[in-house]
């Protein structure tokens, strides 16, 4: 399950899933198929609990507890200290951060029943920017949700972990979204004792 599919990351990560024989969702405030076949498709915006958790209640209905979720969605713009109002920031904050915290409440404790599953965040921002301040604030954010999810359920069999990229997403660059997607079923495939909380794409 991906939420926050779009054109780079996301359907580069589907595309993998694809690849590997998993049904895969895809949740988006399109709701969008990104042109691939054999995906289901649920609309939603990230930033909307209501409209998520309909749309999460949804694909687990149709699929069953996810081996995988990968949380891709987020607001990603420039602004500078104090360039962005409290309302900007509460709406950037409410897709980059409550929206993985939402879908990780609601989809992770069942994986722990089961006792297996992986939930990854795309991060970024490895080091803050002050010409991003709304992003670099919600990455800082997921990457303490993960290290949170990390110790909440891992000793029951959850494989927490972000892929942080630290440049702009473009095919045929060093953050070619085809490259980062090979990180995002690594990290599902790790035996349990060689687990990474952070998986850091550089470009180079």
Not at 56 to 73: H, K, M, S
Request: glycine share 14%; hydrophobic share 40%; proline share 6%.
């Amino acid at each position: 399950m991906i939420v926050g599919s779009g054109p780079g990351i996301g359907r580069s990560v589907a595309r993998r899933f694809l690849e590997e024989g998993l049904d895969v969702g895809l949740i988006s405030r399109t709701g969008s198929g990104l042109g691939l076949d054999g995906v289901r498709t649920y609309r939603a915006d990230c930033g909307d609990e209501g409209e998520l958790r309909a749309a999460l209640d949804a694909a687990t209905g149709a699929l069953g507890t996810p081996d995988v979720v990968v949380y891709n969605a987020a607001i990603i713009r420039p602004d500078s200290i104090g360039e962005a109002d409290a309302r900007a920031q509460l709406d950037a904050w409410a897709v980059n951060v409550v929206g993985a915290l939402v879908t990780a409440a609601h989809v992770v404790p069942a994986m722990a029943r089961r006792g297996s599953g992986t939930f990854i965040v795309t991060g970024g921002m490895p080091e803050p920017k002050p010409a991003y301040v709304s992003l670099s604030l919600g990455k800082a954010g997921v990457r303490t949700l993960v290290a949170m999810l990390d110790e909440e359920y891992g000793p029951s069999g959850v494989h927490a972990a972000s892929v942080t990229v630290a440049g702009a997403v473009a095919p045929g660059t060093p953050f070619d979204p085809d490259d980062i997607a090979q990180h995002y079923w690594r990290l599902h495939t790790q035996p349990r004792d060689a687990w990474e909380r952070e998986v850091l794409h550089a470009g180079t």
